[in-house]
């Protein structure tokens, strides 16, 4: 029986329907399309809040009597308030009661007046993340003003400041403003590539795998349909989810990004629409691999649990080059296009970073996509024509 483009789309109308009728296919259309923007929202928040508390920041400071200029230029700093250290500085900042605090030895005077390092100690505990931010502003004030100090003492006994710099060191950046406050976004094509496979997941495990444990399968193929027809309808319904997924969280992204305080952590960002479309033509095309091979794993389950299982451990496929993607970079490398999954995450990385490659990069990724999912349809319309596979459940 030859391929029926008219078959398949009426199982595709079947299949999708089935699918947004089962209340697990619209949560997972839901989990994935939020699961970005939210992710997004609370990274975003978290670390917008823990620099806004380093910057408006109340300093406990242990013997202020002992330094009284170095307390008062303390306190004229942007967002710094001066305050009593706890009878227990250690302790206090062990319980997380405290973030830092700034401990003024009793020799201050007596070693300052002398112009000898007068001992300060600054408790903090780096391992928290809400206060490391803290500790390295106060770090960086107490260097500024013993470098004030310093250079004030040299220009008293007549001696230029340069004198105690050997090496003067400026940096010259080469990246733009838009590719470093890129790196914000870095997880964002992780998370818009992870959208498209969970996207299809329910419908495409559920008309495959859960089909064979309903018992549901054989007669289906009773029907005056090619099996190939069978399987491309699946596909699509399946990919129709994906897409869904995708154009949801791209636009619930860009509401997020959009109430952001990006720039209090230093990033001057913005995409415009031409890069957002660029985003949804990069990665849409994914869903049609990825539908592909969800359906190619879950056909080989005889259960809709195994499938779960099998799936579970395939999800892993598009984490790899997200977490690889930091120790490889792939900004620059568009060739990467004809390699799928790995192509989408670096041509992605480009649109961000404000450097989109030439169009025929894109083509070259959607028809790599294409060409996988072409070849996974074809090896899951070999397993169906399999006894195994058809009537073998539990």
């Given amino acids: ?29 839901l989990f994935s399309s939020l699961v970005s923007p939210l992710i997004m929202a609370l990274l975003f928040t978290t670390m917008a809040e823990r620099q806004r508390s380093a910057d408006e920041l109340r300093l406990p400071v242990a013997g202020q009597a002992y330094a009284p200029a170095f307390v008062d230029w303390l306190s004229q700093q942007s967002g710094i308030t001066i305050i009593d250290a706890p009878a227990n500085p250690e302790e206090a900042v ?8 700034l401990l003024i030895d009793k020799n201050f005077a007596a070693k300052f007046s002398r112009s000898l390092p007068a001992p300060v100690k600054l408790v903090g505990d780096v391992t928290r993340d809400t206060a490391r931010p803290k500790v390295q502003r106060v770090r960086s004030l107490v260097n500024t003003y013993s470098s004030q100090i310093g250079s004030l003492r040299l220009m008293a006994r007549g001696v230029s400041p340069a004198v105690a710099s050997a090496i003067r060191l400026e940096d010259l950046e080469v990246s733009s403003a838009q590719q470093r406050a ?21 419908i495409a495990s559920d ?13 289906l193929l009773l029907n005056p349909v090619p099996r190939s027809a069978l399987i491309a309808g699946k596909w699509l319904a399946a990919a129709c989810s994906g897409a869904l997924s995708i154009v949801v969280s791209v636009l619930l992204c860009i509401v997020v990004l959009s109430r952001i305080p990006l720039h209090e952590l230093g990033g001057r960002f913005h ?19 990825s539908s592909a091979l969800v359906i190619f794993v879950a056909m080989l389950a005889r259960s809709y649990k195994e499938a779960q299982t099998y799936l579970g451990l395939l999800i892993t496929l598009p984490l790899l080059p997200g977490i690889l993607a930091p120790l490889y970079p792939m900004t620059g490398k568009p060739w990467l296009a004809v390699f799928p999954i790995v192509g989408q995450y670096a041509l992605m990385e480009d649109v961000l970073g404000g450097n989109p490659p030439a169009a025929i990069w894109y083509a070259v990724a959607a028809l790599s996509l294409l060409g996988s999912a072409i070849l996974l349809l074809a090896l899951t319309t070999r397993q169906l024509r399999r006894e195994a596979i058809i009537f073998g459940r539990g």
Avoid: N
């Fill in 1 to 29: 029986m030859t391929f029926s483009w008219q078959r398949t789309l009426v199982v595709f109308r079947k299949e999708l329907m089935d699918g947004f009728r089962d209340r697990r296919s619209l949560y997972s259309v």
């Fill in 94 to 101: 062990r319980k997380g009661e405290q973030d830092v605090v």
């Fill in 182 to 202: 890129a790196r914000i976004l870095s997880f964002l094509p992780f998370l818009l590539v992870m959208a498209a496979f969970v996207g299809c997941l329910q």
């Fill in 207 to 219: 008309s495959t795998a859960g089909e064979r444990e309903r018992g549901s399968l054989e007669p």
């Fill in 271 to 289: 995409l415009g629409a031409s890069s957002y479309g660029l985003l949804v033509v990069i990665v849409l095309p994914l869903v049609f691999c």
